[in-house]
DNA sequence: TTGAAAGCGCTAACAC
DNA sequence: GTGTTAGCGCTTTCAA
């Protein structure tokens, strides 16, 4: 490997007249300054980080830690904090944790280690946990759509979104619910279904037991929907935490011959691309992704700048998209309850 | 931050002998271990990497680029290279280049700056152009998914994934073939496309410059499935260069009406989750990615060892997945001809 | 405008 | 088994 110094005796000038050239914080005269280039151009010469950070006490680097990256919904998320941390001339270290809480601290321990500037995270696990490791983290950690109470977060508003999911769907004269629900455990799910029960009882209407099923985020818990529609008085409109679900019970019903939205309408929650491909296409709750990403570059670059580990939440809108898989209650429909 | 020194100084020891302790090179007694290591947990030391990597040489980091880690395909791939570089102690620099070559390079000249002992690179561009830059690194490269000529590669056999697609087809009875292709430029397109045809000729039919249509990778180019249908002597099958296209194809098919398989025949490529939420679901070729992703870390491992840029192209071979949208031509369509 | 020298945090010889 | 010392590649005073 070439260094600085061979670059110096090449040019025939000091290492530091090399150093001063490269970070700009001194002038050179324009004939060093040329020969100075010539001998990088030359050697193929490439600075090491590793020595500089050494010095300078700082990386201009990320880490990033999120579930799952094949995960559309995060992917789309990472690339917009990967984009403008980079137009702030940072690198960011993405990490995937598998959703394995294990494997998620040995990631932390390790950009920490490597000395990131800071962290932002999509965390797994119990949100109280991570209240201790951000405090007690020699960097500052910012949450994304996952917010831990007192740490510096930014995540989009889910109660909102299920109560957008609600308020469509009770304008179309829907009174009858149905609810294809993902892990219930996970806090913004359940804040989806609070938004969307909520909302639906506000209008004078219950959302009996039978009428929720909860299971894992996959194709096979959507599919779950032909119970829903077994039941004494069935929904006429279906709500799916997320759009992953609504895919897979969108298929049952395809496979049941249930016409949606004629017979059972149907909402997801996210606005994956792919529910575009499906006929009719998806209704759903779209969460901007670039929005929340860019916040929590911002977020995390003035808590490195403040030293401050602590803070609010900050909430992204989310918003109604309204497609083809949701319509107004049917007369046979409303006959039939 | 916490240095060795203070836990040096803490513990009554010298610094080397944190170092002993921590990199186990060297015995350490078993009581000063534990004065040691009670120093480290009060004071929270995180050994610095940076510096660590500026002794020993290297820095056991692997550079990873690819076009766009929000699709599946790619990121399948990265995670198992996640998993068995972690395994072998590596902590792999995930970057996406997001198809843009510019970004691409600047991305290998940042991860070549962070001294990573090797790197592996999905590349956006033409293949010729990176025969060079594989040579003039300072560290290995390997290819993955696209071969570069002359450089380690490892890559799924795409020329005898397109003949097995045909010889499903023709064994199914058809002989009048569609083609949906993704950019054609793309060398990996190319081979299937390549392999296809070749198969079909060699039995003897033909395929005619209409019967195929080429545009990007996306929904919307398989959605131009009307222009095969609508041809004098339509096609009763059609092979998609890749599931995404197939999926807009499958849409189409769908709004028109058309059945599929009854009155055309589907088939795709890559074997993304999605062709399993169709109805019928998808035949397609699919690809070991997982067996890639391994096979291409190992490649890189002996690079690392041997010092060797140059090397052969490994091919993972595809296999036939035969699902619903495939089937015999009927006699209908038969009679059609 | 340029150079000499010190030191970032760590490890590896080597001496004790 | 443990300590001393030098040095990895870089930046940054400070002098010249």
């Not at 110096?8 to 090399?18: D, E, L």
Request: with cysteine; hydrophobic share 40%; aromatic share 4%.
């Amino acid at each position: 490997m070439t260094t600085i110094k061979d670059v110096a005796r090449r040019a025939g000038v000091a290492p530091s007249t090399v150093s001063n050239y490269l970070t700009g914080n001194a002038r050179v005269s324009p004939p060093t300054a040329k020969r100075i280039q010539e001998a990088i151009d030359e050697l193929g010469y490439i600075p090491n980080r590793a020595a500089r950070s050494l010095r300078v006490k700082h990386t201009n680097t990320l880490g990033l830690i999120v579930p799952d990256i094949s995960n559309p919904f995060f992917s789309e998320i990472v690339r917009t904090i990967n984009h403008v941390s980079q137009r702030m001339e940072y690198t960011v270290m993405l990490c995937d944790s598998g959703g394995d809480g294990t494997r998620e601290k040995s990631l932390l321990a390790n950009l920490l280690s490597q000395r990131v500037d800071g962290i932002l995270m999509i965390h797994t696990g119990h949100r109280d946990d991570y209240v201790e490791l951000a405090t007690q983290a020699s960097r500052p950690i910012v949450f994304v759509d996952r917010a831990v109470e007192g740490i510096r977060s930014v995540v989009t508003d889910n109660y909102t979104g299920g109560k957008l999911a609600a308020r469509h769907l009770l304008g179309l004269g829907h009174t009858r619910f149905g609810i294809l629900a993902g892990n219930t455990h996970v806090r913004n799910v359940q804040e989806r279904l609070e938004g969307f029960i909520g909302e639906v009882e506000e209008h004078g209407y219950a959302i009996e037991p039978p009428c929720i099923i909860s299971g894992e985020q996959t194709l096979e818990t959507g599919r779950e929907v032909d119970l829903l529609l077994k039941l004494r008085r069935p929904p006429t409109a279906i709500f799916a935490t997320n759009d992953i679900i609504a895919l897979g019970a969108w298929r049952k019903l395809l496979e049941m011959g249930v016409r949606v939205p004629e017979d059972v309408s149907l909402i997801g929650y996210d606005n994956i691309e792919m529910t575009q491909i499906t006929v009719p296409d998806l209704t759903t709750i779209g969460q901007d992704k670039a929005e929340m990403g860019r916040q929590a570059v911002l977020a995390l670059f003035e808590a490195m700048e403040t030293k401050q580990v602590t803070g609010e939440t900050t909430y992204i809108p989310p918003r109604l998209i309204v497609r083809g898989s949701t319509g107004p209650v049917e007369e046979t429909a409303a006959a039939q309850g």
